[in-house]
Each structure stands twice: as C-alpha cells, then as structure tokens.
C-alpha cells in the first residue's frame, strides 16, 4: 500500500508498544477506554503507565461530532471523576480549531482591493 505521494506505508506492530484495550461506558455520555501496556506474552508490563482516553460525541445541525481525549488517572475511579472536564477541554479546543478554520476561510474569500485607478473619480 502507498501513501499520497507514493511511498510506502509501513503496517509493521511494534512490538515494545503493545496495550490491551478495555472500554467502560455508562451507556449514555461517553466510553472511557483503559489501555494496559502488555509485554509481548500478554502479560502486563509493569514499567509502563496506564493510559486512559475518554470518548463521547456531541450533537451538531450536521450531524454527531465525535470528541475524545487523554485522560491523566491512574484508575478508573479517577478517569470517571475526570472526564468531564477532559471532554471540556477537548471541546474548547475543537471550537478554537474551528474559529481559526473559518477565520482563514473568511480571509480567503475577501477579494482584494482593486488597484485600477478609474479616470474621474
């Protein structure tokens, strides 16, 4: 397989990076994925954090807008207690990217003064 530019993609696991994938929803607001580090055996890897992410999804005129984010916890009493204001800070930063997105938009589409020096005005 080749990217856009025509070079090839590199689809090798690496293999000191492997995590086991949980997920806990409420069934309502989000899912809070637990990612373990495991060793190749898929024994759990001591030396390494538990990573936590939050995902939930908020609803827009187009459609839903997926938001997810990492979570600072150690456990998943602690990333329940901070998800919400992780999901806030992911959703303030989609807005800002959003409000730099149609600024740029806007900036492109003013049309530039015209230099022609019309006679008699």
Excluded: C, W
Excluded at 108 to 119: T, V
């Amino acid at each position: 397989m080749a990217d856009e530019q025509g070079n090839s993609v590199n689809f090798n696991f690496n293999k000191s990076n492997l995590y086991r994938e949980e997920s806990f929803t409420d069934l309502k607001v989000g899912t809070i994925q637990r990612l373990t580090p495991v060793n190749l055996n898929g024994s759990e890897d001591k030396s390494r954090n538990t990573i936590f992410v939050g995902q939930t999804s908020l609803m827009s005129p187009n459609g839903p807008v997926p938001l997810q984010a990492r979570i600072q916890a150690k456990e998943i009493q602690q990333a329940i207690k901070r998800f919400p204001e992780a999901m806030e800070a992911a959703m303030d930063q989609l807005i800002e990217k959003a409000k730099k997105l149609q600024e740029e938009a806007k900036s492109k589409n003013q049309e530039p003064e015209s230099r022609i020096i019309l006679p008699g005005r």
